[in-house]
């Protein structure tokens, strides 16, 4: 099956809705959902992976999925557009996907054995090496799907949606409490980032020919910064697997990154240095694939990067304007499965 998927951090989606779910119509946010709309209508995929989406209360009154069919609908993205959530995070940030109906069937399909780890229950991961296992929980469950073909049958593909932990501290603190609480942080996205990949190798061990794909925002690279080398491991290359078990390591659908005065290239999202004041270049939005998926072409959706290709430059281009509307670029592949 030839299938063409995207991930997009749409920069809380919770405010492009009223208090009671419905699309806003007017103002500034209205104006910015009308920019993600356009942006997602050039992709034109078949599976967009949402981070950031609308929110979920407890209570199912209001949920991610119904906001973003309403949204999709409202900026006439296709009358096949469906959309599915997961588990109900702690926060206003959810987790959710559009998918085409009429070519793939999408359904949450969590886990929910105890002993493997179900993603909305507590598990523990030693990430001091310490031989002692710490406890944890993700903060946003990540989203489980299974994929069939709109006609039925077997399951074609597993899908992990997934935001881990940021490394931002964003409270004022001193140099002490910083470091503190940066170790603090980065320990959390590992263990986040263990618990997708010990799922991945669980679907894999199940069924070796399985395609296994993990995508979001994932706000780590490959050993990129100071952290990452002081720990001697990064959160992405955690996901990747094991060099050991070489047939289950998954394949990143973009190009190894290489780093320039502006940062990295290619890059998703930038920040500011709090030092310097500088902005600098991240990639932290990724997805990553079994050995069995065949990567045919991606798209990255930033117009500060040379795709060597006059064409899809255009394209990208094209949208240039629109893609102001959130803090992240999207990325989007063309896979066979």
């Not at 710490?134 to 039925?152: C, I, M, T």
């Not at 501290?169 to 140099?175: A, K, L, S």
């Not at 940066?182 to 996205?189: F, G, V």
């Not at 004041?277 to 072409?297: A, C, M, P, Y």
């Amino acid at each position: 099956m030839k299938l063409s998927i995207a991930i997009y951090n749409m920069e809380w989606m919770k405010d492009l809705f009223t208090a009671g779910g419905e699309v806003n119509t007017s103002g500034d946010d209205a104006a910015r959902g009308a920019k993600l709309a356009a942006v997602v209508k050039a992709m034109d995929v078949d599976l967009l992976g949402v981070v950031e989406g609308p929110d979920t209360t407890a209570s199912g009154t209001k949920t991610a999925s119904k906001q973003l069919k309403k949204w999709a609908d409202h900026h006439g993205l296709g009358a096949t557009y469906k959309a599915v959530h997961g588990f109900v995070s702690s926060g206003q940030q959810e987790l959710c996907a559009l998918y085409r109906s009429d070519k793939i069937s999408v359904s949450h399909r969590p886990t929910k054995a105890q002993s493997k780890h179900p993603f909305d229950q507590t598990f523990t991961v030693d990430t001091t090496d310490s031989l002692i296992k710490e406890q944890y929980k993700h903060y946003r469950p990540p989203l489980e799907l299974g994929v069939k073909a709109a006609g039925g049958g077997d399951e074609v593909a597993r899908i992990i949606v997934a935001h881990a932990k940021s490394k931002g501290i964003f409270d004022r603190v001193d140099m002490a409490r910083f470091e503190q609480i940066s170790e603090r942080n980065r320990k959390k996205l590992y263990a986040e980032c263990y618990s997708i990949r010990e799922r991945a190798d669980q679907w894999l061990n199940d069924a070796p020919n399985r395609h296994v794909i993990v995508m979001g925002d994932i706000n780590d690279g490959f050993g990129q910064d100071y952290y990452e080398l002081r720990f001697r491991r990064s959160a992405v290359e955690t996901l990747l697997g094991d060099v050991w078990a070489p047939e289950k390591i998954l394949k990143h659908v973009l190009p190894q990154p290489r780093l320039g005065r502006n940062g990295w290239s290619p890059s998703t999202s930038r920040y500011t240095d709090k030092v310097t004041r500088d902005t600098f270049n991240v990639l932290i939005d990724h997805i990553l694939v079994s050995q069995g998926v065949k990567v045919e072409d991606f798209t990255l959706w930033n117009p500060y990067y040379d795709h060597k290709d006059d064409a899809k430059n255009n394209e990208v281009l094209a949208v240039k304007d629109e893609l102001k509307a959130s803090d992240h670029f999207p990325v989007s592949v063309r896979l066979t499965i």
